[in-house]
């Protein structure tokens, strides 16, 4: 059964369409980001499910009930904001207790869900404390606390640990993972990281201009970007314009790359950590890789990896290599290797402009 259905749903502003038939299903119990750079249109995506924005077209239905004119209180919501939002007059216990009270949950079964919500999320010492004494970090478990003891037919989170410093942000990540599978929670997650995003998720919705772009198991949209979009989001640095000629696919500044599947598309990305930086002498082109004569012109030391930035010709090309094997220095004459099976076929994008490596 799909739990949480946004069906067909668009949304203007004035004259700007910031959601264009957005259609996403997230199934019971599954985790569900929402990926995109800021403005993407994730935020009033979340808002119109939660019933903070109204929809201008399309549905909202949350276990088979259409909800999208319902109050946002008398929702099976609960929401997760990225500055926490509690109370702050209120106790550690008496936010955790807030959505409890308001469903008229009898008195005993409330002090018994948030006492055994605090062990859980590890704050069951901080009961008794007001907001304004705790961490950042406590005061997000406290929040998370707050929307899970309710049990609601979805959670929904906006960028929740963008607050937090990178080290608490996966070890919260970790624990927000294992509570939401373990409680079989429904999750929409919004997120501009796409590392959280990757950490996290059953699925993932990469949004673009108010679009869907692509949607699908982390593994799936890292490893096949269908767009130009999707690609330089997940990190494909190198995306070539071209088109495919007879034997091989051939951009615009002349590199002829093999395609493992032959396919007549607009664009192509290569992964600069599948880019093989190597002597001029030992390179060596066929169907199974292509070898450009490059020079460095930049080298940046990232401890385990250096990253490599060559020419080849008017192409910008750039490579990670393992810090082992990075001994080449700025101004070196190299050869830059690609193997065709780590050549992406890419469609142009469907919502906003993208930058392009310049040729
Ligand atoms: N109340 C509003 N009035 C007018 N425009 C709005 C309103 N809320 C959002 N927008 C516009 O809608 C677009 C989408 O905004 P939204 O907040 O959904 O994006 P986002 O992907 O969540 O980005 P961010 O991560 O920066 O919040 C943006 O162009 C924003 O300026």
């Known amino acids: 059964m799909t739990n949480l259905l946004i069906d067909h749903v668009a949304k203007t502003y004035g004259d700007k369409a910031v959601l264009h ?14 990926l995109g750079p800021s403005g993407c249109g994730k935020t009033t995506t979340l808002n119109i499910v939660a019933g903070f924005v109204a929809a201008d077209k399309g549905k909202v239905l949350l276990g088979g009930t259409d909800i999208t004119s319902a109050a946002p209180y008398s929702r099976d919501t609960a929401i997760v904001f990225q500055n926490y939002a509690l109370f702050p007059h209120m106790k550690v216990e008496d936010n955790v207790a807030y959505g409890l009270r308001a469903r ?8 018994e869900r948030v006492r055994e919500i605090l062990r859980v999320m590890g704050i069951s010492e901080l009961a008794g404390r007001y907001p304004g004494q705790l961490s950042g970090g406590q005061q997000q478990r406290v929040a998370v606390a707050r929307a ?12 929740p640990l963008s ?6 942000r996966a070890e919260i990540r970790i624990e927000l993972r294992a509570l939401q599978k373990n409680l079989n929670q ?20 990469v949004m673009n201009g108010g679009r869907v772009e692509q949607m699908g198991a982390p593994d799936d949209v890292f490893k096949r970007p269908e767009t130009v979009f999707v690609a330089d989001f997940m ?13 091989a696919w051939t951009s615009d500044s002349g590199l002829a790359l093999p395609l493992a599947d032959a396919r007549d598309v607009a664009y192509v990305g290569v992964r600069p950590s599948e880019i093989d930086v190597i002597e001029p002498e030992s390179a060596h082109t066929g169907d199974e890789s292509a070898s450009f004569p490059a020079s460095i012109t930049e080298r940046t030391y990232l401890g385990n990896s250096v990253r490599y930035q060559m020419q080849s010709g008017s192409q910008r090309i750039v490579a ?40």
């Open 104 to 111: 008229k949950v009898a008195k005993s079964e409330i002090a």
């Open 235 to 247: 990190g494909v640095e190198n995306i070539f314009k071209g088109s495919s000629g007879e034997r």
């Open 21 to 34: 038939d957005i259609h996403i299903e997230v199934p019971e119990g599954q985790f569900v980001s929402l």
């Open 320 to 359: 990670l290599v393992p810090q082992t094997r990075a001994r080449f220095d700025v101004g070196a004459e190299v050869s830059a290797r690609i193997a065709a099976a780590s050549v992406l076929p890419l469609a142009a994008s469907k919502g906003g402009a993208v930058e392009l490596v310049p040729a």
């Open 163 to 168: 607050n937090l410093d990178a080290k608490l």
């Open 148 to 159: 899970v003891v309710v049990r609601p037919g979805a959670l929904l989170m906006d960028e």
């Open 186 to 205: 429904t999750v929409l997650f919004v997120t501009h990281d796409q590392e959280e995003a990757l950490s996290m998720s059953d699925r993932i919705v």
